[in-house]
Structure formats: structure tokens, C-alpha cells
């Protein structure tokens, strides 16, 4: 498939290719994807070419969608030849599932040939990637089918921003928000994903107040990401009222006390000026009571936060269930009422498997049974 060109430029004023923050991680290069302009100047010289081919190069990685230096028409047709092998980073896609509100939900195949799960959500004024950060994951939360599955690795930088790239070229049109809400706990893999925030912000053009890093919490790494100093909003996945609720559904919550989390939280206001979004997931008669509604309200008092409200998706593995919209809107309303900022996230994409991690693991079931899923490349 050939991605269409995405070439208009973005409304953010800040980028693409604003001078790359002093605190940048470096990146090894190659892969190019993740890359800043003054990291594909360096290398283009030490390939022993004119530095103004870094600046080529950068337009045609995140604006002309280049999946091999040989596609680049601009640059002298020997060196593209010798240079062909050089990887640029690009994932291939495996297989896709529109829903019918046309969320896309893409099976992405790395150079290792490992798959990952990436979302392109689409509103009039939005586009949304939701992106991996890992293959599999370590946390094995209990209602999480990506838990489920096991830890494979780390994603690296490039194969992080590649997930946009792609959507982006998939939909024709800017992406506009990035959620790290895919596979993956993003705090264990800080370094690429802060990597990667920089090179979304600085070569892709997305605002870093579009950005939102969801995570279970894991000690120590919440004050490490607000050291960075990054505009992103920090989503936590907090899904309990209390401190033996939550061991219940989420084994790491044992090493990671909820006074503690909170307090980390408030370090994370405090040292950014951003507000922490806390994520709720309801699973219906396990915290979605009256009883809980009043004791998350009495946990978040005085906490200048939004409680995003997500109604369980069901998995395969678990037989937890789903509360119906009249319980969610009951307690929405009870948050509000005692002054909670709360509202339920709507549910994109049920249709193609909406649950984090639930279409690779239905993928990876299909293909050990060696019948076909339709793989689109
Ligand atoms: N590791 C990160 C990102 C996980 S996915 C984190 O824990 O925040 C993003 C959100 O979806 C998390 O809040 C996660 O707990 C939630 N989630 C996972 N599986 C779900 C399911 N089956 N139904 C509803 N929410 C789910």
C-alpha cells in the first residue's frame, strides 16, 4: 500500500522541527524514525554528505511518509542505491478493523517480526492515536487482556512514533492527540517514551499538551517523568477506591501503596503545573457501588484532577462485567455532587475488539491454530 503524502503543515506553532530541546535523549541513529533534525544532520555528514540533506531527510521521514532512503527522489540516485538497506524505522501493517464509527484498529508488524496493537479514533475536530509502548506487558492487571498475555520487550523510540506516522498516513489527514494508552506500561520504558514525546512534539508537530502518558504507577517514576519538565497530561489508572480493593485487581498495587501514588501524583502537579487525569474503570458490583463512589470522592478531595469514567470492556480470560449506562451515569453524577470533576469516557470501536490488547490476543489465538485472519499487506 503506498501511504498517501501527508503534507500539510500544522497549526501548532511550536513545531514541526522547533530547535530540539537541550534535554533531548540522543538517539542512536539508524533507525531515522525519532530522530531530530540535528541528530539526521549529523548522520547525513558522517555519511559524508552536505548538511542541508539532514533537513531533506527530516521532511521526508515525517512529512512524506519515506520508508527507504531509495524513495527519497531528491537525494543523488547513487547514494540512494548504496544506502537502500538503511533502516528507516517503519513498521508494515498486518491487518486492520474498522469499526463501523470508524475507528481503526491496526495489528502492526515490528522488523522482529513481533506485533503490536495501534488505534486511530476519529471525531470531526480529532484525530487520536492510541499507542503502544511496549509488546505485551509486565503489570498483569486483572480485567487487562494485553496483561494477560505476558511481556515480550520494550518498544523503541522509532517504534513509537511510527505508530503515528502510520495512522497518519492511513487517515490522510494530521493526527491531532496521542494517548499511551496501548500496549504497554509507558513508565517502564521512560527513556523511549520520553524520546519519543520530544520527536511527536518537535518533528511531528503535535502540541505537547496533546499528549497523555497512562500509567498504573510504578514507584520512583512519576517524579522521574515530571524531572523532564514535559507539558503531557499524566493519566493514572487508579480503578479502585482503596488500597485492598485495588491489590485485588492489580498485583502491583501491593508495592505501591495508594498514599504513596497520591502523593507522587501531587509532586507530578506541583512540578509541572499540569493536572492528573485519574482513569476509573468500572466493573460492575467490584467498584462501581454508591460505597465506592463516596470513598473515591473522599480519596480525591482537594486533588486538582478529572476522573475519567471507562465503562469495563469485557475480555475472553475474566468474567468480570459490565455496569449498565444508567449505573455509570449514577455514579458520574454522584462524583459531581460531591464535587469530583468526572466524566465517562465513550466507548470507541467495541466492534473491533475495543478492549486493550484483546485483538492481538484473538490474532496470535488464530494464527497458533494456522487458519487465516486476513492480513492486509
Ligand atoms: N499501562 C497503562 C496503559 C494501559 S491501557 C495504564 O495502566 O494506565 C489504558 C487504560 O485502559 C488503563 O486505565 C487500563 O487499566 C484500562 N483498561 C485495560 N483493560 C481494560 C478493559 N478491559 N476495560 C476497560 N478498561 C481497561
Same mark, same amino acid.
Given at each position: 500500500m503506498t501511504p498517501a503524502p501527508v503534507s500539510s503543515r500544522p497549526s /501548532?506553532?511550536?513545531?514541526?522541527?522547533?530547535?530540539?530541546?537541550?534535554?533531548?535523549p540522543s538517539l542512536a541513529v539508524p533507525p531515522l524514525v525519532g530522530a531530530s533534525i540535528a541528530e539526521l544532520t549529523d548522520w547525513v555528514k558522517e555519511q559524508?554528505?552536505?548538511?542541508?540533506r539532514g533537513k531533506q531527510l527530516h521532511q521526508w521521514i515525517y512529512q512524506q511518509g519515506a520508508r527507504s532512503l531509495e524513495d527519497i527522489s531528491v537525494f543523488p540516485k547513487a547514494w540512494r542505491q548504496t544506502m537502500?538497506?538503511?533502516?528507516?524505522g517503519r513498521s508494515q501493517i498486518h491487518y486492520r478493523a474498522v469499526a463501523r464509527d470508524k475507528t481503526v484498529k491496526y495489528l502492526l508488524k515490528l522488523a522482529d517480526g513481533q506485533i503490536i496493537e495501534t488505534v486511530g479514533i476519529p471525531t470531526a475536530k480529532r484525530l487520536t492515536v492510541c499507542v503502544?509502548?511496549?509488546?505485551?506487558?509486565? #503489570?498483569?492487571? /486483572? !480485567?487487562c487482556a494485553t496483561g494477560k498475555g505476558g511481556f515480550v520487550r520494550n518498544l523503541s523510540r522509532a517504534e513509537i512514533v511510527d505508530q503515528v506516522l502510520t495512522v497518519q498516513e492511513e487517515f490522510g489527514r494530521r493526527v491531532s492527540n496521542v494517548v !499511551? #494508552?496501548? #500496549?504497554?506500561?509507558?513508565l517502564l520504558n521512560l527513556d523511549a517514551v520520553v524520546g519519543a514525546v520530544r520527536s511527536l512534539n518537535e518533528d511531528v508537530g503535535i502540541g505537547q499538551r496533546n499528549l497523555t502518558i497512562s500509567t498504573v504507577g510504578v514507584p520512583g517514576r512519576i517524579r522521574a517523568l515530571a524531572a523532564h519538565q514535559l507539558q503531557v497530561t499524566l493519566a493514572v489508572s487508579l480503578h479502585a477506591s482503596n488500597q485492598s480493593l485495588r491489590e485485588t485487581t492489580i498485583p502491583s498495587a501491593k508495592h505501591y501503596p495508594l498514599t504513596a501514588l497520591l502523593d507522587d501524583c501531587r509532586a507530578y502537579v506541583q512540578e509541572t503545573g499540569r493536572r492528573v487525569t485519574f482513569e476509573y474503570t468500572l466493573l460492575a458490583q467490584v467498584n462501581d457501588t454508591e460505597t465506592h463512589a463516596a470513598e473515591l470522592a473522599g480519596l480525591l478531595r482537594g486533588f486538582q484532577s478529572h476522573v475519567n469514567l471507562i465503562p469495563y470492556n469485557p475480555i475472553s480470560e475474566v468474567d468480570y462485567r459490565r455496569p449498565s449506562g444508567d449505573r455509570a451515569q449514577d455514579f458520574l453524577e454522584q462524583l459531581e455532587e460531591l464535587g469530583i470533576a468526572a466524566s465517562i469516557r465513550q466507548t470507541r470501536g467495541l466492534d473491533a475488539d475495543a478492549a486493550c490488547g484483546q485483538l492481538r490476543a484473538s490474532h496470535l489465538e488464530v494464527d497458533s491454530d494456522s487458519s487465516n485472519l486476513a492480513a492486509v499487506d
Open positions: /501548532d506553532p511550536a513545531a514541526p522541527a522547533a530547535a530540539p530541546s537541550p534535554n533531548r559524508g554528505q552536505p548538511a542541508y537502500a538497506a538503511v533502516p528507516v503502544s509502548s511496549q509488546v505485551g506487558c509486565p #503489570m498483569a492487571c /486483572d !480485567f !499511551f #494508552m496501548g #500496549m504497554g506500561e509507558p
